[in-house]
Structures are given as C-alpha cells and as structure tokens.
C-alpha cells in the first residue's frame, strides 16, 4: 500500500472548501476516505480506484443518492470522473485527474545492497540473484529510467498472470508493457 499524502494546505484546496461549504465536515471526511481508498487502490499511480458501487456506499456511509450526488459534485469542478459499465455488477470507477499530489510513486532501491534486499524480501529470490552482472545490468536500467516500486508490482502482477518465472530478466519483459500501458492511459 502506498502511503496518503496530503498537502499542508489541503483544508484551504478549492476542491475542498467547496465539498466543506456543500457537505460540510462529511463530506470533507468523505473526500479523505477517497483519497485513502486511492492509496490502497493497485492502480493508485493512475489514480484509479475501482470497487462495487455497494462498497463506495459503504466507505463513504452513504446511500445510492447521496453517493452520486457527492461524486458528480466533486467530477464537476474536474477533481476526478466517474465510469460504470451499464453491465450489471460492474464495478464503480473514479479516476483522479491529479494523484500524484496525493499518492507518490515510490522509487526503487538505488544502492546494490538495498536492491538485493528488496529482490529478497518482495520477490523471495536468493541474494546472489541481486549480484548476478546481466541482473544488476538490469538494476542500472531501472535506475537511469526511474522505475518505480508500483510499476515494478504491476511487471510482477503479470508475470504471475502469464506464469513467468519472477527473475529479473522476464520482470524486464513485463516491465516494458506496464510502461507501455502507461503511456498509452497518459494519452487518453
């Protein structure tokens, strides 16, 4: 999970003095369960939070009403939109137009010793797996194009989708895609 930042000034944030004046102090707590709905969420970098619209109900302790109200208030001013396939079930999706204030990426290891510490204690590989040249090749890569640990946890998402084996050479594979997605979303 990633953590919740929040400005110093998020109180005096245009976005919250209107849902303040509107739904007062409900709706400012409203708005921060959003926000750490979105640092629990696994597309948090993209600002997406994806659930069923009876569990938004539930986190937010509203009824079906009161949740869209609250939610088209805030997608007015441009804060975040609004998506739900009109397939039964489907989940209810709020994307953020900004997160990054709220939840930063974090940065992989930029030192050998951490990156083998964390191949072994995210990925459980042995240390010398962190040691290896190609692997610290790799490791060099990531670091010149800033990879971050959220990327990193997608590449190894789909890795363990597709069956591949969680070693750094297929996590490059991977990791090229979660890029490539990434970039595609940025330009929608």
């Known amino acids: 999970m990633a953590s919740l930042n929040l400005p110093i000034n ?16 409900p ?10 709905l979105l640092s629990s969420s696994p597309d948090h970098a993209l600002g997406v939070i994806e659930l ?10 509203v009824g079906p009403l009161e949740l ?22 489907a989940p209810l999706r709020i994307t953020l137009a900004d997160p990054g ?6 940065q992989l290891p930029k030192v050998a010793n951490e990156w ?14 962190g040691k290896d040249p190609y692997n610290q090749s790799l490791f060099r890569h990531w670091c010149a ?12 998402e789909l890795a363990m989708k597709a069956g591949a084996g969680l070693t750094p ?10 890029r490539k997605e990434k970039l595609e979303v940025a330009r929608r």
């Not at 204030?101 to 974090?106: I, L, Q, T």
């Not at 083998?116 to 797996?129: D, F, K």
Request: a negative charge; hydrophobic letters at 45%.
């Open 52 to 61: 069923p619209a009876s569990d938004w109900r539930d986190a937010l302790q």
């Open 27 to 36: 709706g400012f707590a409203r708005l921060i369960k959003l926000l750490e």
């Open 145 to 156: 194009t800033n990879v971050t640990i959220d990327e990193m946890n997608a590449a190894i």
């Open 10 to 25: 998020f109180s005096s944030l245009p976005i919250v003095l209107k849902v303040e004046q509107r739904f007062g102090l």
């Open 116 to 129: 083998c510490q964390w191949l072994a204690a995210e990925l459980s590989m042995p240390a010398h797996h």
């Open 169 to 178: 050479p297929n996590l490059h594979n991977f990791l090229k895609t979660v």
């Open 101 to 106: 204030g709220f939840v930063p990426a974090s």
């Open 68 to 89: 869209n109200v609250f939610l088209t208030y805030v997608a007015a001013d441009g804060f975040l939109s609004v998506e739900q396939s009109p397939e039964p079930g």
